[in-house]
DNA sequence: ATTATAAATGAACGTTAGTTCATAGTTTGG
DNA sequence: CCAAACTATGAACTAACGTTCATTTATAAT
């Protein structure tokens, strides 16, 4: 009886004023998403949440795990752009390129603390080439670390006794905090985001730093 | 038809035996959630895993959510034990304290990965008391590596510089990396369980000993 | 043996999930 | 100004969910 459909350009401005449906769709979701986690969400949640009805949402996306795929494709494309870049910007020196990497991987994570954590935490929730296409991905940004830090090892700058395998599992545990710091991070917090930032780049060349007591063998 | 309801304590040994039910369906429950996650798994799916049928569920738990409980709780209670002890066993030296208790921590998540990821990154689906009671678990158990790595500081074995703040981020990323580490570990790896407890501590005394770059203000 | 308790069954219940679809209104391009 | 392409609606569908229950069988206690 009174379906309104609405411009697809929106009315850029005034009291009215609508994004594109689709950005609001997305939106919503990864706001759902990283609160009630991927499973937990309905479709119903997300439409309510940006004034659609169900089915409106199967013209812009044509199924829920398609959802998460744009949102976890487009963080992950631009964390790498993030960690890309603050690596060049590192120079040919092993610690600034991994301050740097570590400390722009974890700033991402708490600016964009929802969309990063979605792309991270939820991707078990997509199947066949999705789900390859995200863990490849992952892998790629592993081994963008991996590889500072044994070019690092080999210009003994870093500690001379971590193998590779515990190169990947140091990279991985990095990963990981920064990872998880997006669930813990409270915008307002004493802490700015830049400053937790900085503590876990220290932690992080801390960890691999030349001196200091040996790594464990095996 | 058949109901064939089988014995509480068990035919101990033999081609039958079977253990209590209850252990039967907290196992299966375990190992699903491990996999699929809570939500994602189903009363049916647990039933089926260990021979029953959904209503027997019932007669052991009294909805899906307890069942999430016993095994968090479970866990949560063998983690502290376990770190504990550890803690004693490091004597007054905080920097064996602090070791020894993330060794114990890393270990325990590596030999135990389904139930101490269940009760460390499922406990969001618990609710009410239950879920206030994991919390209070959680913090307990930061709260004692916080202590620790405060007593080094004043003490003077660790970096005089880390701020309170700055300790309980640490503390939180050297547990979130010990969690994570329950999910990427496979048993059969090159690395025993034991040498990536190992490099975990190492790691941990790293980032926390005096010496070296002094930390990031703010 | 008899009884009381515990445990398993299989069918059912009420909900709610993701998704589809005929319909109707809106926007765009010629 | 008309037609084609979009987009939103609201109702519906199928499937699966957690849970309940009357019933039946096994075990334990007296």
């Not at 459909?5 to 609001?24: E, I, V």
């Not at 092993?94 to 990063?116: D, E, G, K, Y």
């Not at 979605?118 to 991905?137: F, M, Q, V």
């Not at 001379?160 to 395998?165: D, R």
């Amino acid at each position: 009886m009174k379906p309104k459909p609405q411009s697809r350009r929106g009315d850029a401005f005034g009291p009215n004023s609508r994004t594109d449906a689709r950005d609001r769709i997305l939106e919503a979701a990864v706001n759902l998403f990283f609160e009630h986690g991927f499973v937990s969400t309905t479709i119903r949640q997300i439409t309510t949440a940006c004034g659609l009805t169900p089915g409106a949402l199967y013209n812009h996306f044509k199924s829920k795990e398609e959802l998460l795929l744009a949102i976890a494709l487009d963080a992950q494309t631009r964390v790498w752009d993030c960690v890309s870049s603050a690596r060049e910007a590192g120079g040919a020196d092993p610690a600034a390129q991994l301050s740097n990497m570590v400390r722009a991987f974890v700033l991402f994570h708490l600016t964009h603390q929802r969309a990063a954590l979605t792309a991270s935490s939820e991707y078990r929730w997509l199947s066949g080439n999705d789900r390859k296409r995200n863990i490849a991905n992952r892998r790629r940004l592993r081994s963008a670390f991996a590889e500072v830090v044994q070019s690092g090892v080999n210009a003994g700058v870093f500690e001379s006794g971590l193998s590779p395998s515990q190169i990947n599992i140091v990279v991985m545990s990095l990963l990981n905090m920064g990872i998880r710091a997006a669930r813990w991070y409270e915008p307002g917090a004493a802490q700015s985001a830049e400053a937790v930032a900085d503590l876990h780049a220290w932690m992080a060349v801390r960890i691999v730093s030349a001196g200091g007591a040996p790594p464990p063998t095996g």
